[in-house]
C-alpha cells in the first residue's frame, strides 16, 4: 500500500474514489499514453471487483515496524514467506492528517491500521488464488485475440485499485485509502505535517 505522487494543493475530496484510482491508474508505467475514457472503464471495473469481494482472512505472518515513511509505504506484502510489514510512523502519520484535514468520520479510530491490513489481505489472496484471473476477466482487457479465442491481459495498477475497494467496503470506510495516500503525499511534499498528538508518545 503506497502513498502516490504528490497531487496539487487542491482541495483532495474534490476527486472521488474512482478519479483517484484513475490517477493511481495513468501515474503506473506503461500506462502513460492511454486513452483517459479505457482508464476510467479499468479503474471502475476494478473498484467494482474489489467492492465485491467477500472477506478475506489474513494468514501471512505480520509484522510491525518503522521505516515506512522514507519508503512511502503504508504496508507491504511479501509472499516468501507470506508476511504482511505493517509501518507503524505511516500509519501514525496517517492518523495525524486524519484529524488535521477533519475526516475522522470517513476513517474511524484504528481504521487506517485495519484498512492497511485487509489491503494487503487481498494482495495475498490475489497471489496465491484463482481471484487474479477472475480480476483479468473483469477488467475485459486482451493481450491476444485469434477469432473468437482471446487471452485476457494483465491490467498494471487493477489489483492496487481492487485492494483500496476492498479495504474500503470491509472497514466501513466512507472514502477509498485512496484519497488518505494523497493526502499523505501531500502533506510529506509540501512539510505541513501535523505533529504527534501529546498522547501518543506516553509511555505504557
Not at 67 to 86: F, M
Request: proline share 6%; hydrophobic share 40%; glycine share 8%.
Amino acid at each position: 500500500m503506497t502513498a502516490q505522487d504528490s497531487p496539487s494543493q487542491a482541495d483532495l475530496t474534490a476527486t472521488d474514489d474512482i478519479g483517484w484510482a484513475v490517477r493511481l491508474l495513468a501515474a503506473t508505467p506503461t500506462h502513460e499514453h492511454r486513452d483517459p475514457r479505457l482508464l476510467r472503464q479499468w479503474a471502475r471495473a476494478a473498484d467494482e471487483f474489489g467492492s465485491a469481494l467477500a472477506p478475506v482472512a489474513c494468514t501471512a505472518r505480520i509484522e510491525e515496524r518503522d521505516g515506512g515513511l522514507e519508503r512511502g509505504l503504508l504496508a507491504r506484502y511479501t509472499s516468501r514467506p507470506p508476511t504482511v510489514e505493517l509501518y507503524t510512523d505511516t500509519i501514525a502519520l496517517a492518523d495525524r492528517v486524519v484529524d488535521a484535514r477533519g475526516w475522522r468520520a470517513w476513517y474511524p479510530p484504528g481504521s487506517v491500521r485495519a484498512a492497511a491490513l485487509a489491503h494487503e489481505a487481498v494482495h495475498a489472496h490475489l497471489h496465491h488464488g484463482p481471484a487474479r484471473a477472475a480480476l483479468k476477466r473483469a477488467l475485459g482487457h486482451s493481450a491476444l485475440r485469434l477469432g473468437r479465442w482471446r487471452v485476457a491481459g494483465h491490467v498494471a495498477g487493477a489489483e492496487e485499485v481492487a485492494a483500496h475497494a476492498y479495504a474500503r467496503t470491509v472497514c466501513g470506510l466512507g472514502r477509498s485509502p485512496l484519497l488518505l495516500t494523497a493526502a499523505l503525499a501531500a502533506e510529506t511534499e509540501t512539510g505541513t505535517t501535523p505533529p504527534p498528538a501529546r498522547d501518543a508518545r506516553r509511555e505504557n
